[in-house]
């Protein structure tokens, strides 16, 4: 009788150190695991709305918005390939001496042929009150004609984490000669 259990104790032994091993061995290949939701402790889902002033200055010494593809020969008359890079101020109100609270990065390029449209890619960086340090993401069609134009947020870091959308724009100025505008932008989120 004490053979048999030798045996087993042998197998086992010999299981423990080649098999159970490899089971439990995680694929250094591997860029991605699956976790549990809950392990992320989301908080309540809730909807937030945002109101502020985008300011896209492209005259003066200091410009926020700067082309930085020139339209090609033979454009369109809506400008088309046109793209400008920005880093404008968001405020409170609508002048400009209102108080900071985000800057609005990235760019935007003309991308009809036909109309005055632009494809906005870019991000709302806050630096003010509970947002301070949480941004939001915007890629979406403008039709800078329309008195609304509607394009989607699709995604969000910090404190706006998960977040998805929609912004409303509506242009408070613009000046024709320097192409100087002030937009007012409406932004609904859910987030966590």
Known sequence: MAKPLHFFGTIFMLLSLVVFPIIGKKNENSFEKSINKESMSPKREKL????????????????????????????????????????????????????????????YGSSSL????????????????????????????????ETVREMPVIGGSGLLRFARGYVQART?????????????????????
């Open 172 to 192: 408070i100025t613009l000046n024709v000669t320097t192409k100087d505008a002030v937009v007012q932008y409406d932004v609904y989120v859910l987030h966590y």
């Open 48 to 107: 937030s709305h945002f109101r502020f002033y985008f300011h896209d200055i492209l005259s003066g010494t200091k410009p926020t918005s700067i082309m930085i593809v020139p339209p090609p020969k033979n454009t369109a008359k809506t400008g088309f390939g046109i793209v400008n890079m920005i880093d404008n101020a968001l405020t409170l109100g609508p002048n400009l001496s209102s108080k900071i609270i985000g800057r609005a990065q990235g760019f």
């Open 114 to 145: 036909s109309e005055l449209s632009l494809l906005m890619i870019m991000n709302f960086n806050f630096i003010e009150g509970k947002y301070n340090g949480s941004s939001l993401a915007v890629l979406g069609r403008n039709s800078i004609v």
